[in-house]
C-alpha cells in the first residue's frame, strides 16, 4: 500500500511520515471534543450530523503511524511500544469483560488511552531523532 502512494506521488517514505505526523499535529491544534450529533436545519427538516470524537482521531491516527514505523524500530523503541501496547491492551480487555459499560466508563477508557498515545508518539519522536529517518 505505500508503496502504492509512493509510486503515485512520488514521495520518499521521510515524505509520507511527515505528512502523516503533520496531521496529528494538526489534530493537537484544537481542543480534544468527544464526539456527538449536531442537528442542523435544513429547509422544514432537521437532520443530524456526526461531529467525529478528536481524541479517537488522534489516538488512530498515532496507532497508524507506530504500525508505518514499527518494521524500523531499534530496540529501545520496540521495548516502549511493547510497554504501551501491553498497558493499552490491558485497558481494553477490562472493558470487553464487563457486560455494560457507562458513559463514565467509555470517557475514562478513552482518556487513558489518550493519554498512552500521547506517550506513544512523544517516544515516537523520540526514536525518529535517533535514528536520522527525516
Do not use: W
Not at 64 to 87: A, C, G, R, T, W
Not at 95 to 112: A, F, N, P
Amino acid at each position: 500500500m505505500i508503496e502504492k502512494i509512493q509510486r503515485k506521488y512520488k514521495l520518499e517514505f521521510k515524505d509520507l511520515i511527515l505528512e502523516h505526523i503533520e496531521k496529528i499535529l494538526e489534530l493537537t491544534l484544537t481542543e480534544f471534543k468527544g464526539g456527538y450529533d449536531k442537528e442542523i436545519a435544513i429547509g422544514n427538516q432537521i437532520v443530524k450530523e456526526y461531529i467525529p470524537d478528536s481524541r479517537k482521531q488522534y489516538i488512530q491516527s498515532v496507532e497508524s503511524l507506530s504500525d508505518i514505523l514499527s518494521p524500523h524500530f531499534d530496540e529501545e523503541m520496540q521495548k516502549v511500544y511493547n510497554e504501551i501496547e501491553k498497558e493499552i491492551n490491558s485497558l481494553t480487555e477490562n472493558m470487553k469483560k464487563k457486560e455494560k459499560i457507562s458513559d463514565k466508563e467509555v470517557r475514562e477508557y478513552t482518556l487513558k488511552k489518550l493519554e498512552l498515545c500521547r506517550r506513544l508518539f512523544r517516544e515516537l519522536n523520540f526514536f525518529l531523532d535517533r535514528v536520522r529517518v527525516l
